[in-house]
């Protein structure tokens, strides 16, 4: 099992920053993947950035050049860098861990969210 704690979230205005962090209840140094995904009222989860056990990136096109994931293996942590912040950032941001196991089971971890609100 894994938990994943989220903080940072928290009200800014319209081109501000903030940085989210979310902390493991172990080791992620062998995660295959940690990310974040945001949530919208009335809109589907969707994926902000992920980051591989290589450090390899992924973002999504709407928050390319404006956010950067990054991690911390020594203090099992992966944050999100939130620059140039525009309200329709306004979500829960959720962590996500993927985690392989024996016998090939892979499993999905997901923290309980962090709300960013961004003013216009």
């Known amino acids: 099992q894994v938990q994943l704690v989220e903080s940072g979230g928290g009200l800014v205005q319209a081109g501000g920053s903030l940085r989210v962090s979310c902390v493991a209840s172990?080791?992620?140094?062998?995660?295959?993947?940690m990310g974040w995904y945001r949530q919208a009222p009335g809109k589907q989860r969707e994926l902000v950035a992920t980051i591989t056990i290589g450090d390899s990136t992924n973002y999504a096109d709407s928050v390319k050049g404006r956010f950067t994931i990054s991690r911390d293996n020594t203090k099992n942590t992966v944050f999100l860098k939130m620059n140039s912040l525009q309200p329709e950032d306004t979500a829960v941001y959720y962590c996500?861990?993927?985690?392989?196991?024996?016998?090939?089971?892979?499993?999905?971890?997901w923290g309980q969210g962090t709300q960013v609100t961004v003013s216009s």
């Open positions: 996500n861990a993927v985690v392989s196991y024996a016998l090939g089971i892979t499993r999905n971890y």
């Open positions: 172990r080791s992620i140094f062998s995660f295959n993947s």
